[in-house]
């Protein structure tokens, strides 16, 4: 109450929605970017379920590699519905309004989700890293106890993490613009259009990023060059493709997924950078789930026998 009677001091109107611009500036390609959208949004729904009733069905996947791949396509198929059904709706009909209730939801739920997927893809590549560097202790090491503990503390540390994000952007207060220009509720964007001091709410996000994402991706990188290391040490070549066959999926998914978020979070914010802003935001946030079950399927020769025992 007292931040709704200090606006109406400063004579200021308290907004209630948002306009998210999205690709408005593209009134031409709206029916081709919905098309193109939507196939996406099916082609990632149906490959990562897919992958899912794989791991859950077959017996020879229920191990600690496969754990974590049926978490991370249950990731990526909540990942996705939080934008693509809005962004399409957008698409189709024009309306870009959104609540600002539905803005911090969404952008809860998204934060919440990225956080989970850093921590997760870094569990699966300690995985790899004891799979390769100590492959005979590891089935003592990676038992389903540690499973369960590295997966449930990549949950838990995501949601926790972006509820103290969320508490601090609900205090703010927006007066106006109403637009974001972007296509879904992002924190930089919401930051930008607020009136109130967000100094507080700045220095807790680097506090918590800081604490956050270099942690994840610091022990993701750490285990890639133990397993580079290793890899290389063993004498014959058949060994080594062997070696790294059995993480070079993960490896590839865990490079698109980094190497478009920091350019995202890293490139300047200046206005002739926006349009390039949205579209390697489009690639880690809607690709980047589609690509992931199309690379563990194609590159993968236990998924690929379990789909060939689902289709026969």
Not at 78 to 106: E, H, K, M, N
Not at 264 to 286: I, Q
Request: with cysteine; aromatic share 10%.
């Amino acid at each position: 109450m007292q931040l709704i009677d200090k606006a109406e001091e400063d004579n200021r109107t308290i907004i209630t929605e948002f306009i998210l611009l999205g690709f408005g500036n593209l009134p031409e390609l709206q029916l081709l970017l919905f098309l193109v959208f939507l196939v996406i949004y099916i082609v990632t729904m149906s490959g990562n379920i897919l992958i899912i009733a794989l791991i859950v069905a077959d017996q020879h996947l229920h191990t600690p590699m496969y754990f974590f791949l049926g978490n991370l396509s249950c990731l990526e198929t909540c990942y996705i519905s939080i934008i693509l059904p809005r962004l399409l709706v957008s698409l189709l009909t024009g309306d870009r309004t959104i609540s600002v209730t539905g803005c911090f939801a969404q952008f809860f739920c998204f934060g919440c989700l990225v956080t989970t997927e850093c921590y997760l893809l870094a569990a699966m590549s300690y995985d790899r890293y004891l799979a390769i560097c100590k492959p005979l202790r590891y089935a003592a090491l990676m038992n389903g106890r540690l499973c369960l503990q590295l997966a449930a503390g990549s949950w838990i540390s995501g949601f926790l993490i972006c509820v103290i994000m969320t508490c601090f952007m609900s205090q703010l207060t927006f007066c106006g613009p109403d637009e974001i220009d972007h296509f879904f509720c992002d924190f930089s964007p919401m930051l930008k259009l607020s009136c109130s001091d967000t100094s507080m709410i700045t220095l807790v996000s680097v506090i918590l990023t800081s604490l956050d994402s270099p942690c994840s991706f610091l022990l993701t990188v750490i285990s890639y060059i133990c397993i580079i290391a290793a890899t290389l040490r063993i004498p014959s070549t058949t060994g080594r493709q062997k070696a790294f066959s059995t993480c070079s999926s993960h490896l590839i998914v865990v490079t698109v997924f980094y190497g478009t978020l920091m350019t995202v979070y890293l490139l300047p914010k200046t206005n002739p950078l926006k349009a390039l802003n949205k579209v390697f935001s489009v690639f880690y946030t809607v690709l980047t789930p589609m690509l992931n079950p199309l690379i563990y399927s194609l590159r993968n020769k236990e998924v690929k026998e379990a789909l060939r025992k689902v289709i026969r």
